[in-house]
T-cell receptor, first 115, second 112 residues
Framework: GAVVSQHPSRVICKSGTSVKIECRSL??????MFWYRQFPKQSLMLMAT?????????EQGVEKDKFLINHASLTLSTLTVTSAHPEDSSFYIC???????????FGSGTQLSVL | GNSVTQMEGPVTLSEEAFLTINCTYT??????LFWYVQYPGEGLQLLLK?????DKGSNKGFEATYRKETTSFHLEKGSVQVSDSAVYFC???????????FGKGTMLLVSP
């Protein structure tokens, strides 16, 4: 089946630094990618939806200047957490789909710990 | 707004035991319902789905029936295996595979 690769799987950084997370669709062209965040014992919460070549659409309450999303190609989307703080520590997951009614394929997630 | 509530884990079972993971939802209209599974170190995978009332989704011995009258989509398996140990997420969408609303996930641990 289709594979979505997410990297890194785990990152630890100092407060105030920026962290980039990559999400790649390995064997299909992803017109749409989604970014989720999951706090311990909480649901996956959608952060933003990105379509290739256009600006991401952010969910209410998600700061677009803090969570920069780039979807410059049909196989790669990146999420950059800028000036990370301890409250940004969370599990971040991406997903991708080829078309509007296509199945979603998920990355394995990135555990971000900000010290 | 939409919401999904699923039982807290971990659920700990012995091999060959019967599994039920409860899931109830709140939504307007007629959502599609899904169960996703996440094995250790892997991404979420679609396990099964149902798109209308009384539909039964099934895969790999797992089943779930879309019950509109009780707004539920409980996951069941008659005989679990150690390899079923994973985190299971119940989810819904207003249409097809559009924006998903997830439950918190339930960890299942199956011992030999």
């Amino acid at each position: 089946g289709a594979v979505v690769s997410q990297h890194p799987s785990r990152v630890i950084c100092k407060s105030g630094t920026s962290v980039k997370i990559e999400c790649r669709s390995l064997d299909f062209q992803a017109t749409t990618m989604f970014w989720y965040r999951q706090f311990p014992k909480q649901s996956l919460m959608l952060m933003a939806t990105s379509n290739e070549g256009s600006k991401a659409t952010y969910e209410q309450g998600v700061e677009k200047d803090k969570f920069l999303i780039n979807h410059a190609s049909l196989t790669l989307s990146t999420l950059t957490v800028t000036s990370a703080h301890p409250e940004d520590s969370s599990f971040y997951i991406c997903s991708a789909r080829q078309g509007a009614n296509e199945k979603l394929f998920f990355g394995s997630g990135t555990q971000l710990s900000v010290l | 707004g939409n919401s999904v509530t699923q039982m807290e884990g971990p659920v700990t079972l012995s091999e060959e035991a019967f599994l039920t993971i409860n899931c109830t939802y709140t939504a307007t209209g007629y959502p599609s319902l899904f169960w996703y599974v996440q094995y250790p170190g892997e991404g979420l995978q679609l396990l099964l789905k149902a798109t209308k009332a009384d539909d039964k989704g099934s895969n790999k011995g797992f089943e779930a029936t879309y019950r509109k009258e009780t707004t539920s989509f409980h996951l069941e398996k008659g005989s679990v295996q150690v390899s079923d140990s994973a985190v299971y997420f119940c989810a819904l969408s207003d249409s097809g595979y559009s924006t998903l609303t997830f439950g918190k996930g339930t960890m299942l641990l199956v011992s030999p």
